[in-house]
């Protein structure tokens, strides 16, 4: 089963996921800041990190940097903190962080998000291909099909879409975009993205549909 690194300064907060955790079967490490949770991430093989932004020693916000620059890890983190803001949210996503759940929460889901973002990370497509109920991208290829149909995108519309369905519930900030598909063929901006997923769920039909508008912080692709 799946080691989880739990960071929070909150004893009780803490006590609490480390019990609901391992009744679900998870080995549960425990750090009360970041500087701690860097020394257990160099010492342990972690699978999940969640993290607390307002910390003493060290906040969420620089240890979600140090575990991605310093110690060059791709660990998927989800942020769970009392901080609520859009301007929050959007800097931790950018930041490095996985998805983002706000306090008070739901242990149920928590749980539920820890075993989308294992899924995402577990389960990396191998090759460059995408398969979606109904969508079928190959990425050598530039081609995309909708029910064994092609559908004509430009690069960067085809970047987008392949972006999101190959990482299907992560949420993606517009800057995210951005530096992940920098399309030749389209200035590609905040507004730009906006008018390219207009277009693409046009152009998809009812597989638009699965591209989904997280209001204040960008996009994402539902199973």
């Not at 990396?124 to 559908?151: R, W, Y």
């Not at 369905?165 to 993606?172: G, M, T």
């Not at 800057?175 to 993205?193: A, F, L």
Request: net charge negative; proline share 3%; aromatic share 6%.
């Amino acid at each position: 089963m799946s080691t989880i690194l739990v960071v929070e300064d909150d004893l009780d907060i803490r006590q609490l996921e480390r019990y609901a955790l391992s009744n679900n079967g998870y080995t549960v490490l425990e750090a009360e800041h970041g500087s701690k949770a860097l020394e257990l991430l160099s010492s342990h093989e972690v699978d999940l990190v969640i993290l607390d932004i307002m910390m003493p020693v060290m906040d969420g916000l620089t240890t979600i940097k140090a575990i991605r620059y310093s110690l060059e890890s791709q660990v998927p983190i989800i942020v769970v903190s009392a901080k609520s803001e859009e301007s929050d949210i959007i800097t931790a996503l950018e930041l490095g962080a996985d998805d983002y759940l706000t306090k008070p929460f739901s242990m149920n889901v928590l749980k539920s998000k820890i075993r989308a973002v294992l899924r995402r990370f577990t389960e990396k497509p191998t090759s460059s291909q995408v398969h979606q109920a109904g969508l079928f991208m190959d990425l050598n290829k530039h081609q995309c099909l909708i029910d064994d149909e092609q559908v004509e995108l430009t690069a960067t519309e085809f970047a987008l879409l392949y972006l999101l369905a190959s990482n299907p519930e992560q949420v993606f900030t517009r800057n995210q975009m951005i530096t992940r598909v920098k399309g030749n063929d389209y200035p590609v901006t905040d507004r730009s993205i906006d008018v390219q997923i207009a277009t693409l769920r046009k152009k998809l039909g009812s597989i638009g549909t699965r591209i989904k508008t997280v209001w204040g912080i960008g996009y994402t692709y539902k199973e």
